[in-house]
């Protein structure tokens, strides 16, 4: 699935698997898309590793709750497709990695964001990987719309880092 936006700065993106067991309620899904941005790796790495501020952007995100600092290890809240996910920090690398694991009793999420410099700005590589996510689809959102809010975080990311109003 190519993103029908993605002329206007997700430069590619797809999803790579989508399983599920007939015989139980799991899904597993995996997404992968990149963006170039026009801004340096450490003004992308700020607004990925301010967690407090995710409502704001992306999509799928409803609130945060972050009881200190955003560092390697940390333990967060956050509230995805009407889901209260218990989060850890798992990688935390300045300007290069982040990447954080969340779960419930319904989901479980790992997602990673690489940066590499390039001129004029970051080359950026979001990965993501749902698990269970079939009991949450059927009861809060259709696949197509998680699918795409993966996509939309990209292109929101770029917006925010290279100081661009969003597209209505």
């Known amino acids: 699935m190519i993103h029908p936006r993605a002329g206007h700065g997700v430069s590619w993106a797809r999803r790579d698997t989508?399983?599920?067991?007939?015989?139980?309620?799991?899904?597993?899904?995996?997404?992968h898309g990149e963006a170039l941005i026009a801004a340096s790796p450490q003004q992308v790495y700020a607004h990925l590793v301010d967690v407090a501020r995710w409502p704001d952007w992306v999509p799928e995100v409803r609130a945060t709750r972050v009881p200190g600092g955003i560092r390697l290890g940390c333990e967060f809240e956050v509230e995805m497709y009407g889901v209260r996910l218990e989060a850890v920090v798992t990688e935390y690398e300045p300007d290069t990695r982040f990447g954080w694991i969340g779960s419930s009793v319904d989901l479980s999420i790992y997602q990673a964001w690489i940066l590499v410099p390039v001129a004029p700005g970051?080359?950026?590589?979001?990965?993501?990987?749902?698990?269970?996510?079939?009991?949450?689809?059927m009861r809060n959102s259709p696949a197509e719309e998680i699918y795409y809010a993966h996509q939309d975080t990209l292109l929101r990311l770029k917006q925010r880092a290279e100081g661009v109003e969003p597209a209505a």
């Open 18 to 31: 989508y399983r599920s067991d007939v015989t139980q309620p799991r899904a597993e899904s995996s997404m």
């Open 122 to 137: 970051t080359h950026v590589i979001a990965k993501k990987v749902e698990r269970e996510l079939t009991t949450v689809l």
